[in-house]
DNA sequence: CGTTGCATGTAAGGTGTTACATGATTAC
DNA sequence: GTAATCATGTAACACCTTACATGCAACG
């Protein structure tokens, strides 16, 4: 509205053309912490796991020096212990500008399910029925550590300050695993159902 | 038992190392239907694309070139129209007994979910709170549409003889994904008293 | 008579994984 | 003392997508 307005608007920042994952990583670092590639993996697979694929270590070192390259983050060195230093990555004003302009230009893609399980069900025909309930009753148990785990999230995001959009998507996670263990139970009933009948 | 079995048991075919997506194609013409490369595409599309991700068209005819090389896939040249030809594709015995071996030893990788509108939301603090309903909202109708699409596939799977498995996997996606509308009712609920609470 | 559907690819390039390599430190 | 953790990469390669190209047939 002002004409005199010179303050950096979001539509003003060029948006780089890179990949989704260099977003998500982006994203890690606007958390605001200095993190080691390392780290960031571990917060990956932590956190990010649990709505959206968790990258190999090397792709994120890949990603941070492609973001690093175009002024999105920084880095620094400092020391890890008497012999070894670390590099450490920080989100710079242009990184936080270019996601700020992301979340307000690019719509989100379709989500995307890659279901082993589903798949090998969908193929049941060629299945012998035990081998069927075995790879839904594996599917159960690892639900149930995901579950664990994603309460644990849940609980991290909501000790913390400024988390609330974290424990938004923590609480999805855990009431959607739930939701998925349901499915799983009655996909079994489902199964013996089918096994008898025949 | 029997010691004279010269059958062919599932654990005697070599398992070729081909990735998950040549697996796959060889399911869907696993129902034993003769297909075009076109015709798994929109398979792909209107089916697998439930549990597992769709490829792209591209990647379907290399897939198919693959899995005839392997000989698990025969080929052959119909008739499309007085003019020009097409390439319909079959699963071969040796295919089948393939994904049958598949199917008893390979375990289902941990399912993968790619969800872009989370992401967006796990990083709320840096959007405007309209925007991120917005995108939330959006998902809602996609999420109509794909239920709509769903249930279709459910009563095309109720109504083909032998296709139990197929209908069991429709079931699932449609209650999954009138799960995640709820899951999506509630987050904008959520978001509502975050976007209030300030 | 224009658009959509059918049908099949090639070429280029980007994305992402696996395997490997290294080595000090900390925990058991 | 041996395993796991921290930390960072490289090299090779596989996977997959996008863009492009082609052209008839059928539908409105």
Redesign the pocket.
């Known amino acids: 509205m002002s004409g005199g307005n010179t303050d950096l608007q979001a539509a003003d920042i060029a948006l780089p053309?890179?990949?989704?994952?260099?977003w998500a990583v982006l994203g890690i670092l606007s958390f605001g912490r200095e993190l080691?590639?390392?780290?960031i993996?571990?917060w990956s697979d932590a956190i990010l796991h649990f709505f959206y694929?968790?990258?190999?270590?090397?792709?994120i070192?890949?990603?941070?020096?492609r973001l690093e390259d175009l002024g999105l983050v920084s880095s620094r060195t400092v020391a890890?212990?008497?012999?070894?230093d670390?590099?450490?990555y920080a989100i710079t004003p242009i990184g936080t500008e270019a996601l700020r302009s992301w979340q307000a230009t690019v719509d989100a893609e379709a989500p995307v399910l890659k279901h082993g399980v589903l798949l090998r069900i969908w193929l049941g025909h060629l299945a012998e029925p035990d081998r069927l309930r075995e790879q839904v009753a594996d599917h159960r148990t690892r639900l149930l550590a995901e579950l664990a785990a994603a309460k644990e999230s849940q609980e991290q995001a909501d000790t913390q300050p400024d988390w609330a959009y974290p424990a938004l998507v923590a609480s999805w996670a855990v009431r959607r695993i739930e939701s998925e263990i349901e499915l799983t139970d009655s996909m079994l009933i489902d199964l013996n159902r089918l096994a008898n009948n025949r």
């Not at 080691?36 to 780290?39: M, S």
């Open positions: 053309k890179i990949p989704a994952t260099a080691t590639g390392y780290d993996k571990n694929w968790s990258p190999a270590t090397s792709q070192y890949t990603e941070l020096r890890r212990d008497e012999v070894r670390k590099t450490v």
